[in-house]
């Protein structure tokens, strides 16, 4: 699978929009782009995942550039229970195991 | 709808005793997956299960490591003689099928050799 890079930490004020990147510049067109979340003291949550089209849902919107090579996981309105660890995470149509990598850490400050 | 369970949350023991942590995957899940986690690291896949196929041991770390799947429901991951270094958490997820169908995880059962 491809690897990713992330910012290790990040900060957002209460109620802004959070913006977290993620470079893939090595993904290949047959692999998804995931994001999950991990709260402090509970399991990996699914937020969205995506291979070409932007994505929306409740939670979240994905942005993938056209080449495909970075991405860009868009809180609209972050809330103090945000906070947690964000992992971007690239993964072949064949596989199956998410290799979480170290994600960033998001602190939604109020 | 129900989640993912896992039992116990807490799992204390002594070095070289054994340890069944037991996995209730979301009813319909075809495919269940255990990981773990250490303290401040990643998260390290174990094994996978799919349907009635034979399962992908290969991220399991020592042969005193076991998982089976009963029905495919149910799984129980069996660590024999615990060493100290295998204290972490142990994650269990499940999803309707292999990607790009989402993993969803349980809360975890953290375990504490001593």
């Known amino acids: 699978d491809a690897k990713t890079t992330q910012p290790p930490s990040m900060d957002c004020a209460e109620g802004r929009a959070a913006n977290l990147p993620c470079n893939h510049s090595t993904i290949s067109g047959n692999e998804y782009v995931y994001w999950y979340r991990q709260i402090h003291s509970q399991g990996p949550q699914y937020i969205i995942h995506g291979l070409k089209n932007n994505e929306t849902n409740e939670m979240a919107s994905l942005i993938i550039t056209e080449d495909r090579k970075s991405s860009t996981l868009i809180l609209p309105h972050a809330t103090l229970r945000d906070t947690a660890v964000y992992y971007c995470?690239?993964?072949?149509?064949?596989?199956?195991?998410?290799?979480f990598g170290k994600g960033t850490s998001l602190l939604v400050t109020p | 709808g129900a989640g993912v369970s896992q039992s116990p949350s807490n799992k204390v023991t002594e070095k070289g005793k054994d340890v069944e942590l037991r996995c209730d995957p979301i009813s319909g899940h075809t495919a269940l997956y255990w990981y773990r986690q250490s303290l401040g690291q990643g998260l390290e896949f174990l094994i996978y299960f799919q349907g009635n196929s034979a399962p992908d041991k290969s991220g399991l770390p020592s042969d005193r490591f076991s998982a089976e799947r009963t029905g495919g429901s149910v799984s129980t991951l069996t660590i024999q003689r615990t060493q100290q270094e295998d204290s972490a958490v142990y994650l269990c997820a499940s999803s309707f099928g292999t990607n790009p169908y989402e993993q969803y995880f349980g809360p975890g059962t953290r375990l504490t050799v001593t």
């Open positions: 995470i690239v993964r072949e149509t064949r596989g199956y195991a998410l290799n």
